[in-house]
C-alpha cells in the first residue's frame, strides 16, 4: 500500500529528530524543505526558503507521479498541504500523521536556542509564536480528519510519550494529563 508519512508539530518540537530515526525503521524517501533550504544556503537558510518551499513540493509530486511511499516534515501552520493531501486521497495513498507536541512556546524557543547552540538552524522568534497555536489548531481542527491514522505524542522529554491515537475523528486518549494540556492550547 502506498502511504505518507506527515511528520509535524510545532518549531522546535523535535520532529527532524523523530524522523532521522523514523527513516531507520521504514527506509522511506524523506522530504524536509529546512534539509533543502540549507543545501541551497548553509550560510543563510532564510534566504531560499521560499526557492525551497517550491522545491519541496516538487518532490512531494515527483513522489506521488511514482507512487512511492515516502515521509515529509511540516508544522501543518499553513494549509497549503491540504491541497497535497486531497491529490493523495485520490492516488489511493494511507495517510499517516505523527504530530509532535511541545507544552507551550516558550519550550518552543529554548529548544531552537539549543539547536542553534549546536550548529542547527535558526527560526525567528515571530515566526514561533505565530506558528505554535496555528500548528496545533490546523493539525486537530483540519489535518486529523484527513488522516487514515494519526497519533499525538509529547516530545519534550528525552524520548516522545504517546498522548493519543486515532483515525480521523475518532481517537484514544493515552495520557489524560498530556492530552488536556493539548486541548488548553486549542481553547
Same mark, same amino acid.
Given at each position: 500500500?502506498?502511504?505518507?508519512?506527515?511528520?509535524?508539530?510545532?518549531?522546535? /518540537?523535535?520532529?527532524?529528530?523523530?524522523?532521522?530515526?523514523?527513516?531507520?525503521?521504514?527506509?522511506?524517501?524523506?522530504? $524536509?524543505?529546512?534539509?533543502?533550504?540549507?543545501?541551497?544556503?548553509?550560510? $543563510?537558510?532564510?534566504?531560499?526558503?521560499?526557492?525551497?518551499?517550491?522545491?519541496?513540493?516538487?518532490?512531494?509530486?515527483?513522489?506521488? *507521479?511514482?507512487?512511492? /511511499?515516502?515521509?515529509?516534515? /511540516?508544522?501543518?501552520?499553513?494549509?497549503?498541504?491540504?491541497?497535497?493531501?486531497?491529490?493523495?486521497?485520490?492516488?489511493?495513498?494511507?495517510?499517516? *500523521?505523527?504530530?509532535?507536541?511541545?507544552?507551550?512556546?516558550?519550550?518552543?524557543?529554548?529548544?531552537?536556542?539549543?539547536?542553534?547552540?549546536?550548529?542547527?538552524?535558526?527560526?525567528?522568534?515571530?515566526?514561533?509564536?505565530?506558528?505554535?497555536?496555528? /500548528?496545533?489548531? $490546523?493539525?486537530?481542527?483540519?489535518?486529523? $480528519?484527513?488522516?487514515?491514522?494519526?497519533?499525538?505524542?509529547?516530545?519534550?522529554?528525552?524520548?516522545?510519550?504517546?498522548?493519543?491515537?486515532?483515525?480521523?475523528?475518532?481517537?484514544?486518549?493515552?495520557?489524560?494529563?498530556?492530552?488536556?494540556?493539548?486541548?488548553?492550547?486549542?481553547?
Amino acid at each position: 500500500m502506498k502511504e505518507i508519512f506527515i511528520i509535524a508539530g510545532p518549531n522546535g /518540537s523535535g520532529k527532524t529528530t523523530f524522523a532521522k530515526k523514523f527513516i531507520e525503521e521504514y527506509k522511506l524517501p524523506f522530504i $524536509n524543505a529546512d534539509e533543502i533550504a540549507q543545501k541551497l544556503n548553509p550560510k $543563510n537558510y532564510q534566504k531560499v526558503r521560499i526557492e525551497a518551499g517550491k522545491k519541496f513540493l516538487l518532490q512531494i509530486k515527483d513522489n506521488i *507521479i511514482q507512487n512511492k /511511499s515516502f515521509i515529509i516534515e /511540516s508544522t501543518l501552520a499553513e494549509k497549503y498541504l491540504l491541497k497535497t493531501i486531497e491529490q493523495l486521497m485520490q492516488q489511493k495513498y494511507r495517510i499517516n *500523521i505523527i504530530f509532535l507536541f511541545l507544552q507551550n512556546i516558550d519550550e518552543s524557543i529554548l529548544r531552537i536556542k539549543i539547536r542553534v547552540q549546536k550548529g542547527g538552524h535558526d527560526v525567528p522568534q515571530e515566526d514561533i509564536k505565530r506558528r505554535y497555536k496555528r /500548528s496545533i489548531v $490546523n493539525f486537530w481542527t483540519l489535518y486529523k $480528519n484527513k488522516a487514515d491514522r494519526w497519533k499525538i505524542y509529547y516530545n519534550g522529554k528525552d524520548f516522545p510519550i504517546p498522548i493519543a491515537i486515532g483515525a480521523q475523528f475518532d481517537y484514544k486518549i493515552i495520557n489524560d494529563y498530556l492530552f488536556e494540556q493539548f486541548q488548553g492550547v486549542l481553547k
